[in-house]
């Protein structure tokens, strides 16, 4: 049976990518079938809350890329009950994404694999929240502490890039795509921002619309070149055995898809969001293929052990 650790790991994971298949889901206008992948999300952030529970009073720590990937979950989750309409639900949860935040964000990031990128995920994820009720609540001082963090998410991320060993692209086991969802949720959060601004709710001047929409577009333009090079890094360097790490690999592809879908409604671009609809499929294939890779893997971990040795002793 696995450990807390991997337990709360696997779910916070889990419960990321699907959250943000939801996301893309009620974007292209599927507002059922985002309706059951929300659920689907909610059950897993419920499981990964209890490992991460159980992890704390067992071991007196927080194993911290699960932590923050469920940070990013919480906000995720709470994006979409805001598409829903639950309104006090979605900033239930952005209150505690944000204290969640608060704490883990000057935890030591250990390593140098794509898990040093979780910080810019966690803190751009809240910032999509953020922008995502400001809009919905007409909250102006909301929308600007959504900006704040959309910047700050940024330095996050070039901190990041230079902690990260580039060798991870050859030889990490999926995690490393965080590099390019990060990109993506940070172009998904500008377009959540540019969103946010109307005639009843005036928040930035042309000078400010205009840098951030340049921003958000060469952050999409970055994201989709990143998703390219690595998915050709995995044809040169194949990972044939699954890993829990992979679920990195299709937030990455699902995150694309929708900030893709964002900037096309915000920038007003058709032909984007035909590309986006299709991303989406793509994501939403490699999505129910990394599921059904992973319970043939549980189930195959689980008749492991029956199997005995008939050589002599």
């Not at 959250?19 to 059951?36: E, N, T, W």
């Not at 044809?235 to 690999?249: G, M």
Request: hydrophobic fraction near 60%.
């Amino acid at each position: 049976m696995p450990g807390p650790s991997l337990f709360a790991t696997w779910w916070a994971t889990y419960a990321l990518a699907t959250g943000i298949v939801s996301a893309g889901l009620d974007s292209a206008g599927y507002a059922v079938l985002s309706r059951i992948t929300l659920a689907l999300a909610c059950a897993a952030w419920l499981a990964a809350a209890a490992g991460l529970v159980r992890r704390t009073h067992g071991e007196g720590r927080v194993e911290t890329p699960a932590a923050l990937t469920t940070v990013a979950a919480t906000a995720v989750l709470g994006t979409g009950f805001s598409a829903a309409g639950q309104q006090p639900l979605a900033e239930a949860l952005l209150a505690l994404a944000m204290v969640l935040w608060a704490v883990l964000l000057t935890v030591e990031a250990q390593g140098r694999r794509g898990t040093v990128f979780l910080r810019c995920v966690a803190t751009e994820a809240v910032a999509v929240l953020g922008a995502t009720l400001a809009a919905a609540d007409r909250a102006a001082w909301l929308a600007h502490a959504a900006l704040v963090l959309f910047w700050l998410g940024l330095a996050l991320y070039c901190f990041a890039l230079f902690r990260f060993q580039p060798r991870q692209v050859e030889e990490g086991r999926g995690d490393h795509w965080f590099a390019a969802g990060a990109l993506a949720v940070s172009a998904l959060a500008g377009a959540a921002l540019l969103d946010a601004d109307s005639s009843r709710l005036y928040l930035w001047n042309e000078e400010n619309a205009d840098t951030l929409r340049t921003t958000t577009v060469t952050l999409l333009v970055l994201a989709l070149i990143a998703c390219v090079a690595l998915l050709l890094a995995e044809l040169f360097w194949p990972r044939h055995h699954y890993d829990v790490r992979r679920w990195a690999t299709v937030f990455a592809a699902v995150v694309t898809a929708t900030a893709t879908l964002a900037v096309a409604a915000a920038l007003d671009v058709p032909w984007l969001d035909v590309a986006g609809e299709v991303l989406l499929w793509i994501a939403v294939a490699a999505w129910l293929g990394c599921t059904a890779w992973a319970l043939a893997s549980a189930r195959a971990a689980g008749e492991r052990p029956r199997v005995r040795s008939r050589a002599r002793r």
